[in-house]
C-alpha cells in the first residue's frame, strides 16, 4: 500500500523569503523523493504566495514546481491542490496544464478507510472582524473581475508586495505566533466545535495556514495535525493507511 502525502505554506515566490530558488529546488526534491512511495498529494494551500490567473496570463516562475506536478500526476499520483489566503484566485491553469484537482471550501473525505477533514484554515474559527473583512474582499467576484482589469505587470507586483508587506509587519511583530493552547487556537475550537455538531464523523483534522507544526489528540478517536510550513520548517504529514505522522524532511 502506497502512502498520503500532506503539505502547505510554501509560499513560493515570497519576496519576504531569501533565495527563493533554493527553496523551489528543495520543494521539488521532496516531491521527487516520493514519488515512488505515492499514490496521492495533498497539497493544503498558500504553495504560492500570491497567484493570479488572468485568462490568457499566470505568474512568472515556478517552473520546477509546475513541472514536477505534472510529472507526479503523468505518474497517475492524484495531486489535489486547496486555495488558501494567498492564491485564493486559482482558475483553470494548475487542472488543465499540470492535472491537479482544485479545492476551494474544506474537504470532508475518505481516504484508505479513515475520515480526514482538510482545508487551509483561513476563515475557520477566527473571529477577527479584520480578517473576515479582508478576506470578504478578496472571495468576492466582483472584486475580482475589478482587479483584472488592471494590467498583469503591475497588478501581480502589486499582490506581490502586499504580501511581502503582511510577512515584513508580522516579522516585527516577532514572527508567527506560537501555538496559543486549546482554548485559544482558532483551529482547535473549530474542530472541536465540529465535533460537538458531528460526532464520530472525523478521524483526523489537517489544515496549514498556521506554520506550525502541531499533532494533537483531540479524542480517542480523533487527532488534529497543522503541518507547519515549507520556509523554515520543512516539514509534512504522511499516511500509511494506519498511521499518521508529522515528519521533517532532511537531505
Same mark, same amino acid.
Given at each position: 500500500?502506497?502512502?498520503?502525502?500532506?503539505?502547505?505554506d510554501?509560499?513560493l515566490?515570497?519576496?519576504?523569503?531569501?533565495?527563493?530558488?533554493?527553496?523551489?529546488?528543495?520543494?521539488?526534491?521532496?516531491?521527487?523523493?516520493?514519488? /515512488?512511495q505515492?499514490?496521492?498529494?495533498?497539497?493544503?494551500?498558500d504553495?504560492?504566495?500570491?497567484? @493570479?490567473? @488572468?485568462?490568457?496570463?499566470?505568474?512568472?516562475?515556478?517552473?520546477?514546481?509546475?513541472?514536477k506536478?505534472?510529472?507526479?500526476?503523468?505518474?497517475?499520483?492524484?495531486?489535489?491542490?486547496?486555495?488558501?489566503?494567498?492564491?485564493?484566485?486559482?482558475?483553470? @491553469?494548475l487542472?488543465?496544464?499540470?492535472?491537479?484537482?482544485?479545492?476551494?471550501?474544506?474537504?470532508?473525505? /475518505?481516504?484508505l478507510?479513515?475520515?480526514?477533514?482538510?482545508a487551509?484554515?483561513?476563515?475557520?474559527?477566527?473571529?477577527? &472582524?479584520?480578517?473576515?473583512?479582508?478576506?470578504?474582499?478578496?472571495?468576492?467576484?466582483?472584486?475580482?473581475?475589478?482587479?483584472?482589469?488592471?494590467?498583469?505587470?503591475?497588478?501581480?507586483?502589486?499582490?506581490?508586495?502586499?504580501?511581502?508587506?503582511?510577512?515584513?509587519?508580522?516579522?516585527?511583530?516577532?514572527?508567527? &505566533?506560537?501555538?496559543?493552547?486549546?482554548d485559544?487556537?482558532?483551529?482547535?475550537?473549530?474542530?472541536?466545535?465540529?465535533?460537538?455538531?458531528?460526532?464520530?464523523?472525523?478521524?483526523?483534522?489537517?489544515?496549514?495556514?498556521?506554520?506550525?507544526?502541531?499533532d494533537?489528540?483531540l479524542?480517542?478517536?480523533?487527532?488534529?495535525?497543522?503541518v507547519?510550513?515549507?520556509?523554515?520548517?520543512?516539514?509534512?504529514?504522511?499516511?500509511d493507511?494506519?498511521?499518521?505522522s508529522?515528519?521533517? @524532511?532532511?537531505?
Amino acid at each position: 500500500m502506497k502512502n498520503i502525502y500532506f503539505i502547505a505554506d510554501a509560499h513560493l515566490g515570497s519576496r519576504g523569503v531569501p533565495n527563493n530558488r533554493a527553496q523551489e529546488k528543495k520543494l521539488v526534491r521532496f516531491l521527487d523523493s516520493i514519488k /515512488e512511495q505515492a499514490s496521492a498529494l495533498y497539497m493544503l494551500g498558500d504553495m504560492f504566495d500570491f497567484w @493570479y490567473e @488572468y485568462r490568457m496570463v499566470v505568474p512568472r516562475g515556478f517552473t520546477r514546481f509546475l513541472g514536477k506536478l505534472s510529472e507526479l500526476t503523468d505518474r497517475g499520483i492524484e495531486v489535489h491542490y486547496f486555495t488558501g489566503n494567498h492564491d485564493i484566485w486559482c482558475s483553470d @491553469y494548475l487542472p488543465q496544464e499540470c492535472g491537479v484537482i482544485l479545492h476551494r471550501e474544506p474537504l470532508l473525505t /475518505e481516504i484508505l478507510g479513515r475520515r480526514f477533514f482538510l482545508a487551509h484554515g483561513d476563515g475557520l474559527g477566527d473571529p477577527t &472582524l479584520s480578517f473576515r473583512l479582508l478576506r470578504a474582499i478578496f472571495h468576492s467576484r466582483l472584486c475580482q473581475v475589478l482587479f483584472s482589469c488592471i494590467h498583469p505587470r503591475w497588478a501581480i507586483d502589486f499582490g506581490l508586495a502586499w504580501a511581502k508587506h503582511s510577512r515584513q509587519k508580522r516579522d516585527k511583530m516577532g514572527g508567527e &505566533l506560537p501555538y496559543l493552547g486549546e482554548d485559544r487556537e482558532y483551529l482547535v475550537r473549530f474542530a472541536k466545535e465540529y465535533l460537538q455538531a458531528h460526532p464520530g464523523e472525523v478521524d483526523f483534522f489537517l489544515f496549514g495556514h498556521r506554520h506550525i507544526e502541531l499533532d494533537l489528540t483531540l479524542t480517542a478517536q480523533t487527532r488534529l495535525m497543522i503541518v507547519g510550513d515549507w520556509i523554515t520548517q520543512w516539514t509534512y504529514a504522511v499516511f500509511d493507511g494506519e498511521n499518521l505522522s508529522l515528519e521533517r @524532511y532532511e537531505e
